[in-house]
T-cell receptor, first 115, second 115 residues
Framework: DGGITQSPKYLFRKEGQNVTLSCEQN?????MYWYRQDPGQGLRLIYY???????QKGDIAEGYSVSREKKESFPLTVTSAQKNPTAFYLC??????????????FGPGTRLLVL | AQSVTQLDSQVPVFEEAPVELRCNYS??????LFWYVQYPNQGLQLLLK??????LVESINGFEAEFNKSQTSFHLRKPSVHISDTAEYFC?????????????FGQGTELSVKP
């Protein structure tokens, strides 16, 4: 089955620690996205990548970093500089510039909690 | 630039009653419109989309949305809701010029169906 997987489902971070959230897709999509979701604030875009080895900051990139070394994978690192990391993190993919009329598809999410 | 406003943050309704979730958008160019549904602690699922053609679009579970260009709206409706429709619903907009399928999301509407 084609889809997007995120791991882990729950992640605990200690103060001062960097943690990495995994996102993998087997949909052969070019574009991938990371969103942060907080209660009452909808989805906010952290980073996105339209092609391998290239990515752009979204609206709230501070305290986060990403890499896109493979088409299938777009890991997100929450660094110690992110002072309020507790949130639900969603990864999404899109066919990309080959299909502007297509929708984004989402993974199941990772909930990050601070110890 | 585009923007999306979901006019109600919460909509409580009784089972088997009709419901309308309102979405207005702002854009200076032609748009593509999407409704996503999110069940608790899960990712977003595409419910329906308007790309072109007929202004009334339907989903497989009884929801429908109508694109109204003059009122810049894309309201979601269902004539009779079930308990299982309880979820958060997000309206989103994209355009041909949003390279890579970047979406602008509304803040979400929580639909709560009571027995």
């Amino acid at each position: 089955d084609g889809g997007i997987t995120q791991s882990p489902k729950y992640l605990f971070r200690k103060e001062g620690q960097n943690v990495t959230l995994s996102c993998e897709q087997n949909l052969n999509h070019d574009a991938m996205y990371w969103y942060r979701q907080d209660p009452g604030q909808g989805l906010r875009l952290i980073y996105y990548s339209q092609i391998v080895n290239d990515f752009q900051k979204g609206d709230i990139a501070e305290g986060y970093s990403v890499s896109r070394e493979k088409k299938e994978s777009f890991p997100l690192t929450v660094t110690s500089a992110q002072k309020n990391p507790t949130a639900f993190y969603l990864c999404a993919s899109h066919v990309g510039m080959r299909g502007p009329r297509s929708a984004q598809y989402f993974g199941p999410g990772t909930r990050l909690l601070v110890l | 630039a585009q923007s999306v406003t979901q006019l109600d943050s919460q909509v409580p309704v009784f089972e088997e009653a009709p419901v309308e979730l309102r979405c207005n958008y702002s854009s200076s160019v032609s748009v593509y419109l999407f409704w996503y549904v999110q069940y608790p602690n899960q990712g977003l699922q595409l419910l329906l989309k308007y790309l072109s053609g007929s202004t009334l679009v339907e989903s497989i579970n009884g929801f429908e949305a109508e694109f109204n260009k003059s009122q810049t709206s894309f309201h979601l409706r269902k004539p009779s809701v079930h308990i299982s429709d309880t979820a958060e619903y997000f309206c989103a907009v994209s355009t041909l010029y949003n390279q890579g399928g970047k979406l602008i999301f509304g803040q979400g509407t929580e639909l709560s169906v009571k027995p």
